[in-house]
């Protein structure tokens, strides 16, 4: 079985891939796969510094992830041009990699963890889709805290995803992530019991 996990920015996810792969799923994580595809001598790298120009690496070659972010942040073209770039050999990286885990143990759960699910349109790759939720409010909050943003740079990020209630009501399974992790960790147990465990 697989299953694509998603949310939204500091919604929660990477708290509930840990939980998942505590309890024996297999993780692949886009943010992962992304970081990979972006290292010195990759051709997506190359192709990045040939749009952006030569400001997006740091002194030693390797990305500079707040100079890229600023400029595609700020512009919703710079962004999507970004996506085109990277997004293809992201999924094509992830389908692989989850190709081999179930060729590996058929019944191993294969979790996939992808940020921008739904805005890549890639719910159909998936036989079903994990939403980790928590009101915008609390998703802002959580946001400016964790990254030290301004009210203005959070929402300029949040922006840049679908709206987390959209993505709630596209949810196969729903883990609302606002009442602690004691709260998630049981959604999390009963969703293995009933799905996973059978």
């Given at each position: 079985?697989?299953?694509?996990?998603?949310?939204?920015?500091?919604?929660?996810?990477?708290?509930?891939?840990?939980?998942?792969?505590?309890?024996?799923?297999?993780?692949?994580?886009?943010?992962?796969?992304?970081?990979?595809?972006?290292?010195?001598?990759?051709?997506?790298?190359?192709?990045?510094?040939?749009?952006?120009?030569?400001?997006?690496?740091?002194?030693?070659?390797?990305?500079?992830?707040?100079?890229?972010?600023?400029?595609?942040?700020?512009?919703?073209?710079?962004?999507?041009?970004?996506?085109?770039?990277?997004?293809?050999?992201?999924?094509?990286?992830?389908?692989?990699?989850?190709?081999?885990?179930?060729?590996?143990?058929?019944?191993?759960?294969?979790?996939?963890?992808?940020?921008?699910?739904?805005?890549?349109?890639?719910?159909?790759?998936?036989?079903?889709?994990?939403?980790?939720?928590?009101?915008?409010?609390?998703?802002?909050?959580?946001?400016?805290?964790?990254?030290?943003?301004?009210?203005e740079q959070a929402d300029s990020r949040l922006a840049a995803q679908m709206d987390i209630e959209l993505k709630k009501s596209k949810a196969d399974i729903l883990?609302?992530?606002?009442?602690?992790?004691?709260?998630?960790?049981?959604?999390?147990?009963?969703?293995?019991?009933?799905?996973?465990?059978?």
């Amino acid at each position: 079985m697989n299953i694509g996990l998603t949310g939204g920015i500091a919604t929660g996810k990477s708290t509930v891939s840990r939980m998942l792969a505590s309890l024996g799923a297999a993780i692949i994580d886009a943010d992962v796969v992304a970081r990979e595809i972006m290292e010195p001598g990759h051709p997506v790298l190359a192709r990045v510094v040939e749009h952006f120009g030569q400001a997006v690496l740091n002194p030693d070659g390797t990305l500079n992830r707040k100079e890229l972010g600023a400029i595609v942040f700020a512009d919703v073209k710079q962004r999507q041009v970004l996506n085109d770039l990277t997004h293809p050999v992201i999924r094509s990286e992830i389908t692989a990699r989850m190709r081999a885990l179930e060729a590996e143990d058929p019944h191993r759960l294969v979790v996939c963890d992808i940020p921008l699910l739904y805005e890549s349109g890639q719910e159909g790759l998936y036989e079903q889709i994990m939403v980790v939720y928590v009101p915008r409010e609390v998703q802002r909050k959580r946001l400016m805290e964790r990254d030290h943003l301004t009210l203005e740079q959070a929402d300029s990020r949040l922006a840049a995803q679908m709206d987390i209630e959209l993505k709630k009501s596209k949810a196969d399974i729903l883990i609302d992530n606002r009442y602690g992790s004691e709260e998630t960790k049981r959604q999390i147990e009963e969703f293995w019991r009933e799905k996973v465990l059978i």
